[in-house]
């Protein structure tokens, strides 16, 4: 009886297992970024994911008044994924 009952046991973890597997696999791959937030002469500053640009530059925005966590950030270079995690970053810093 107790060998049925660790056989029975043992096929539920494989079968849990298996389900936990199977959803890590069907989760979707994030998109590569569009865009990289950079300080540039003060002020952030948007460029292509390669490095390229600057596309557009927030002159409202003074980088040295931002917390520094987001000056740190700025200076390495923050990955944007879309537009509308832009707009949501250049309203945190303030725009």
């Known amino acids: 009886m107790a060998s049925i009952s660790s056989g029975l046991a043992a096929a539920a973890v494989l ?12 989760q979707p791959q994030a998109a590569p970024p569009r865009y990289l937030l950079r300080d540039c002469a003060g002020h952030p500053a948007l460029y292509t994911a390669e490095g390229t640009g600057p596309l557009a530059t927030y002159e409202e925005i003074y980088t040295h008044l931002l917390p520094e966590s987001d000056v740190l950030a700025l200076q390495q270079g923050v990955q944007v994924a879309d537009e509308v995690e832009l707009q949501r970053r250049l309203e945190d810093y303030g725009l």
Do not use: D, F, M, P
Not at 15 to 26: E, H, I, K, Q, S
């Open 15 to 26: 079968c849990l297992a298996a389900g936990l597997a199977w959803l890590v696999r069907r």
